[in-house]
Nanobody, 116 residues
């Protein structure tokens, strides 16, 4: 079973940027679609961005034009570049498979807080 560890979160001001990393313990080449999810207490978990093995990407409307997901198959790592951040981006961010759905054990997540 592939294990994941998310990192790169922190406190950022509105309009600022953060880059998240999802390091995996093994190959993710066999996972067709990987994604970044975010969780806020009282809300449904949201799929923020997804990326296929072939580097095609899909974004939630709430982050489109601001966030960029990338996948380094050689390093078995998924990234999320977050620009022009807003307070509503505040959440714990997790990575997991999208296709097949949620096939990996959840990692610890990384806290992102956007506040002035």
């Amino acid at each position: 079973q592939v294990q994941v560890v998310e990192s790169g979160g922190g406190l950022v001001q509105p309009g600022g940027s953060l880059r998240l990393s999802c390091a995996t313990s093994g190959s993710i080449f066999s996972i067709y679609v990987m994604g970044w999810y975010r969780q806020v207490p009282g809300r449904q978990r949201e799929l923020v961005a997804s990326i296929t093995r072939g580097q095609s990407t899909i974004y939630a409307d709430s982050v489109k034009g601001r966030f960029t997901i990338s996948r380094d198959n050689a390093k078995n790592t998924i990234y999320l570049q977050m620009n022009d951040m807003r307070p509503e981006d505040t959440a714990v961010y997790y990575c997991n498979s999208v296709t097949p759905p949620l096939s990996l054990d959840w990692g610890p997540g990384t806290q992102v807080t956007v506040s002035s």
